[in-house]
């Protein structure tokens, strides 16, 4: 990589610059650590130019957040060379990062094809390196396409499950997983074969976005049955133009997670016109046995107020496994769903 030069203003004088070098070598090291928390990977390592003293200090850092500009994908031959580059840059992070730190947050956004292993490597680094909470957006490649399903019902071949629940395995021990909706259409092919799905043991909370169709709700459930130990699950109701494989009910059944461990379940941007999605919060209430809050944040800015009245009556009329559960309802807040990017364990 090549250095960067400090972050100066041209007409300063060199004293100045000089006691500007001093005021950031002299800022104490748990500051420094504060502010690069809040730092995607490669402005923490374009802030540790700033001060000599800076230099290593993201090497010691245990929250890595690595994002690919999405704008290329219509140039593949763009977006291949910039990949490149980006991959470059994840295998030097990891590489030099301290081997004594362990990983407490990861978030990867990344492509992958069925002939580059990088990410499997990757995530046999995070597995080493005990990750806590990892957000995963994959979107895989084969040849040159670039497969992203938004508003479109595609068919896909078992290879995706395959490539997907393979570097699943690779962090089996993490305690907190964000998966982008991508990846669970990924892993629909395998829902018939769980034998083949990995136990997550560790996991506690489990972030992720869906709709209404069976290649979210059906790998939703499997996941809930490969995470037995599961406290908190949080989900981003989207909208879906098509309503093919929709579906308006779920199958109650046991799953150990319900019946032990589940006690918070948070619904984020509930559409009061879609009374199908009030299902989820059905299905919820009448299987979560130690239950404790289901929390419904409404879709909108609250001007739909008088449409929510039937949709709560109905959901107050479901029945609950748990004497212990409370039901509430609250309006959007902007970063509402982005607040749950880092929960707590």
Same mark, same amino acid.
């Not at 459930?221 to 490969?226: F, N, S």
């Given at each position: 990589?090549? *250095?960067?030069?400090?972050? %100066? ?38 802030? @540790? ?14 929250? !890595?957040?690595? #994002?690919?500009?999405?704008? +290329?994908? @219509?140039? $593949? ?53 005990? =990750? ?46 964000? %998966? ?5 259409? #990924? ?18 909370? +489990?972030? &992720? ?7 979210? =709700?059906?790998? !939703?459930?499997? &996941? ?19 309503? =093919? ?22 619904? /984020?941007?509930?559409?009061? $016109?879609?009374?199908?999605? !009030?299902? &989820?919060?059905? /299905? ?5 046995? =130690? ?18 009245? *039937? ?7 479901? *029945?609950?496994?748990?004497? #212990? ?21």
């Amino acid at each position: 990589m090549e *250095p960067i030069a400090p972050l %100066l203003h041209p007409n300063l004088s060199d004293d100045v610059a000089m006691d500007n070098r001093n005021r950031f070598n002299n800022m104490p090291e748990h500051l420094i650590h504060h502010i690069f928390k809040f730092m995607g990977t490669k402005e923490m390592l374009k802030a @540790s130019a700033v001060a000599t003293n800076w230099r290593f200090l993201w090497t010691q850092m245990p929250y !890595l957040r690595f #994002y690919f500009d999405p704008n +290329l994908k @219509s140039d $593949y031959k763009l977006m291949k060379d910039a990949y490149g580059r980006y991959k470059d840059m994840i295998n030097w992070v990891l590489m030099t990062h301290d081997k004594s730190v362990s990983i407490q947050s990861f978030l990867l956004q990344c492509k992958h094809d069925d002939y580059d292993h990088s990410i499997y490597r990757w995530m046999n680094i995070l597995a080493q390196k005990h =990750v806590r909470d990892l957000n995963l957006e994959a979107a895989i490649i084969f040849g040159s396409w670039y497969y992203e399903l938004d508003d479109v019902v595609v068919v896909l071949p078992e290879e995706f499950a395959d490539h997907m629940l393979k570097i699943l395995r690779g962090v089996r021990h993490a305690e907190v997983l964000k %998966l982008h909706k991508w990846i669970l259409e #990924y892993i629909y092919p395998a829902v018939a074969k769980p034998e083949f799905f990995t136990t997550f043991y560790n996991l506690k909370a +489990l972030l &992720l976005p869906i709709n209404m169709r069976k290649c979210h =709700v059906q790998p !939703l459930i499997y &996941l809930m049955k490969c995470a037995p130990n599961l406290h908190r699950l949080y989900l981003r109701l989207e909208p879906f133009a098509c309503f =093919v494989d929709y579906i308006s009910e779920i199958p109650d059944e046991a799953i150990e997670c319900l019946s032990c461990h589940l006690k918070k379940v948070k619904l /984020f941007d509930m559409d009061c $016109y879609n009374l199908d999605e !009030l299902e &989820l919060i059905r /299905f919820f209430l009448k299987n979560g046995h =130690v239950l404790e809050d289901m929390s419904i944040i409404w879709y909108g800015d609250g001007r739909q107020k008088s449409q929510r009245k *039937p949709a709560i009556q109905k959901v107050m009329r479901f *029945p609950r496994s748990s004497s #212990y559960v409370t039901v509430t309802f609250s309006e959007a807040k902007q970063s509402g769903w982005d607040d749950e990017l880092v929960v707590r364990t």
